[in-house]
C-alpha cells in the first residue's frame, strides 16, 4: 500500500493502481497523532483491510491481546449535499488537489478547467449540513456578483460532497481602509434578503476597486431590517480585528 489520502486508499504494486473508497473511525489512543496525521505511516501500521465490499470500518484494541483490529466493517448510505442547482457535477477523482487553503479547502486543476480552481468539501458527516447551506446560498447568489463564481458540485461515487468555484487571483484579504467597498458588496447581499452570518476580514477578497464575499455557510435568508442593520454595523469592526479569527494570524517581525 503506497499512501493514503483523505478519500480513500491508492495500492501500488508494480504494475497495478487501485483507488477505493474506505471512511475509518478509529478510537482514541491507539495510535499517535503525529502518525494519524501522515498518510504513509498510518497506512503502515493499521490492521489489513477486512475483505468484502465495505465503505465504513471501525478499528478499535482486540479485547484479549490488546492490538488494534477492525471491530466493525459494513457498507453503509453516507450522508451527501442534497440541494442539487448547477448543471455540472463532477468526481473528485477529476481533480489533482494543490495547496491546502484551510482544512477542507483546497486549490485544484481539472481537465475540464483551463485554470487553477477552488474545491471545498466535507470530510466528516458533521460538515455535510453545512455545505449543504453554502451550496444554496450560492443559488441565491448566483449572477449577482457577490461571490466567487460557482462551477460545479463535487460528487464521490454518486453522492455529492461539496462543491467547486472560481479561484479569486492577485486578491488579498479585506482592510479597514477597504470599509466602502465591502459595504457595497453587503448591501447587495442584504438586498436580496441574505444575512451573511460570519463576517470577518478574511471572508472579503479584494481585487480592482471590487470586494467578493466568501464562506456562505452560515449564511440564511433574512428579511428582518433590524438583523440586516445590526450585522451591517459590525463591519467596520471586523476589518479592525486582529486576533486572526476566521483566518491566519500574521506575525510581525517589526520591534
Not at 100 to 118: D, H, Q
Amino acid at each position: 500500500m503506497d499512501w493514503l489520502n483523505k478519500r480513500g486508499f491508492v495500492w501500488k504494486p508494480e504494475k497495478y493502481r487501485v483507488l477505493f473508497v474506505k471512511y475509518l473511525t478509529i478510537d482514541a489512543g491507539i495510535y499517535d497523532v503525529e502518525d494519524m496525521c501522515f498518510g504513509p505511516c498510518l497506512v503502515s501500521i493499521i490492521p489489513p483491510l477486512p475483505p468484502g465490499d465495505w465503505n465504513k470500518g471501525h478499528i478499535t484494541r482486540n479485547t484479549s491481546d490488546g492490538r488494534p483490529h477492525f471491530a466493525e466493517a459494513t457498507n453503509a448510505p453516507l450522508l451527501g449535499v442534497t440541494h442539487l442547482w448547477h448543471p455540472l457535477q463532477i468526481d473528485h477523482l477529476e481533480l489533482c488537489m494543490g495547496q491546502k487553503l484551510r482544512s477542507n479547502v483546497y486549490e485544484a486543476t481539472c481537465p475540464r478547467f483551463n485554470t487553477t480552481i477552488i474545491a471545498k468539501f466535507a470530510r466528516f458527516a458533521w460538515e455535510i449540513p453545512q455545505l449543504n447551506a453554502e451550496t444554496s446560498a450560492y443559488e441565491w447568489i448566483e449572477n449577482q456578483q457577490i461571490g466567487p463564481g460557482f462551477l460545479g458540485h463535487l460528487s464521490e461515487e454518486g453522492r455529492v460532497i461539496g462543491f467547486i468555484m472560481e479561484r479569486i487571483t492577485d486578491a488579498r484579504h479585506a482592510t479597514p481602509e477597504d470599509l466602502p467597498l465591502c459595504q457595497l458588496a453587503l448591501l447587495k447581499l442584504h438586498k436580496l434578503g441574505i444575512r451573511h452570518g460570519d463576517l470577518n476580514k478574511h471572508n472579503i477578497l479584494i481585487l480592482d476597486g471590487k470586494a467578493t464575499l466568501l464562506d456562505f455557510d452560515h449564511s440564511t435568508p433574512c428579511h428582518d431590517p433590524k438583523a440586516l442593520d445590526e450585522e451591517f454595523s459590525t463591519l467596520q469592526k471586523e476589518l479592525c480585528e486582529t486576533s486572526g479569527r476566521g483566518g491566519t494570524i500574521v506575525h510581525s517581525n517589526a520591534v
